[in-house]
């Protein structure tokens, strides 16, 4: 009948993550240990939680690992990115941060399973969720999560952050690091002190200071003239500081150069003098590697052969060159975010557009073969090779469906060209049961729009999707149910449920479900409700995911009973 896909038991299924989400980046020889910071820290950490807020290249990231690797403390580490705006994405990725902190894989933690109701009650599960994972861990810990300004202010999972600090042990502390602010959801923890706050005034280097990092680069400190000038021209900026001292030759040369540059044309403009020196194949490793997710060097090697990969990075991470170590086998790295926009912003502008497209085609292809499906699609939409994005998305939309991972799929609805998506039944039946959890006549808008196109282009399979998903939508969100009526004609006269598959893959159980409910709510002497019955108790029963906003209509509030089968 229909295609089988791959079945997920629960939402929240554990993932094996690359470890460049859950290791700090390694310290390089030429990192500053400030005592000063330290003491805040130290300080702050026995007041509670902590949030340390500065701009890029303030050193963040290097302070929180540097203390935590001094202090000898027992760290779980976490960088969010884009993909844990998704809440069933973090639920998947989290548990593998806290990889060193047991004996247990995290795949074999004991933890509640994310079903799709769920989703209406995130809080409640959050912190059963969050009490359960940190009742495995023994010992006191520090839970570091950074990049914690790539959530947006209306994001759900900041709510999920706020009730994961509030359930962390009494005798574990959490870090979070952000080029913001706190936003909102913080603010009662703010209040009564749970949650410090460390500003990005206070992670400057002070004069002193500046002075002491000469000194690791060999520069006397007495050298008031350079001492000046580098306290000038970076204000104590750690990246500032990092680069100019890559050019303490010329340090005197360059007095009142640049006193109208702002932070980020100051790192290009000495990046760029630094970059220029590389030999032309180890630029095009650089920049190539920036367009990865991670710097992996066997891929890297895949991809870019005759060249000794691994040892450039190394050398890289070794001079603390914005590139940093995350694996003690030296074979994970990652950059920097400056040097990674500015290495990107050089791709752009110095590899043709058919070197980058096939580097990241071929990437996108090794990225599909270990089943990271959705670095695969972000590597191929930034290629601008639509077509082949479009085909995974396809490949793995289903799924996605099933888990309930709808902000992904609207994150690739909104990168797609509307007009490649409304020419393909498979992206409208997807980006239209995602949509409507959020915007519910915009998706059934988009449902209608694959209905119709299906049963044009002669698709039998998305033509009785769509047809069920725009039932399903209909019982959920409208009052006057007699628009299922010719929903309901339409499936009967393709389907009988005698011969209908019992399997159940997520889209048998989706049409079965939707003609079960339909009928008990316009056809309940319907001859064949019973065998409809009958055939969803086989597949396990009303799905709550298909009664996520019901309305209060008596006989829809009794359909919720038969997710007990």
Known sequence: MLKSHPKSSKLSTSQTLCSAKIQP???????????????????????????????????????????????????????????????????????????????????????????????????????????????????????????????????????????????????????????????????????????????????????????????????????????????????????????????????????????????????????????????EEEKKLLMLASLLPEINTAILDQLHAGLLTRQCFIELSRSNFFTYALDSRDTLFQFHPLFKDFLRKKADTSLSAATLISFQEQAANILTDEGRIEDAVDLLTRAGSLQKSMILIKRVGSRLLEQGRFKTLLRWQQILPLHLVEKDPWLLLFFGNAIIAFDPPRGIDALKKCFALSQEQGNDQTTLLACSSLTNAIINYFSDLSALDPLLDFLEQQLNPETFSETDNFENVSIANSIFRAMVLRRPTHPDLDAWLQLVIKQGGMRPALVTYPTFNRNVVLLSIFHAF
């Not at 902590?50 to 290097?62: D, Q, S, V």
């Not at 760290?75 to 994405?89: C, F, G, I, N, R």
């Not at 100019?244 to 790192?267: A, G, H, S, V």
Request: include cysteine; glycine fraction near 4%.
């Open 25 to 279: 980046p390694g310290v390089g020889n030429r990192i500053f240990p400030c005592e000063r910071l330290f003491t805040q820290l130290k300080e702050s950490l026995t007041e509670g939680h902590l949030w340390i807020e500065a701009p890029p290249g303030a050193g963040k990231t290097m302070l929180a690992a540097e203390f935590l690797s001094q202090n000898s403390i027992q760290t779980a580490w976490y960088e969010l990115d884009s993909l844990d705006t998704d809440p069933v994405a973090f639920f998947s990725f989290f548990p593998q941060a806290f990889s060193s902190l047991s004996s247990i894989s995290p795949a074999a933690f004991s933890l509640p399973e994310l079903f799709p109701e769920d989703m209406l009650g995130l809080p409640n599960f959050s912190r059963s969720f969050f009490r359960q994972l940190f009742s495995q861990l023994p010992g006191r810990w520090v839970l570091v999560l950074d990049n914690c300004q790539v959530l947006p202010e209306d994001s759900p999972v900041l709510r999920l952050l706020v009730i994961c600090l509030e359930e962390l042990p009494v005798n574990c502390r959490a870090i979070l690091l952000s080029r913001t602010s706190s936003p909102p959801a913080f603010a009662r923890m703010k209040i009564s002190g749970l949650l410090q706050v460390l500003d990005p005034e206070t992670l400057s280097f002070t004069r002193n200071e500046i002075g002491e990092v000469m000194s690791l680069y060999g520069l006397d400190p007495q050298q008031e003239r350079s001492l000046d000038y580098l306290d000038k021209m970076t204000s104590g900026w750690a990246a500032g500081l990092t680069l100019l001292l890559r050019e303490c030759d010329k340090i005197p040369d360059f007095q009142d150069q640049f006193d109208i540059l702002k932070q980020q044309e100051l790192f290009d403009y000495f990046t760029e003098e630094i970059f220029s020196r590389f030999e």
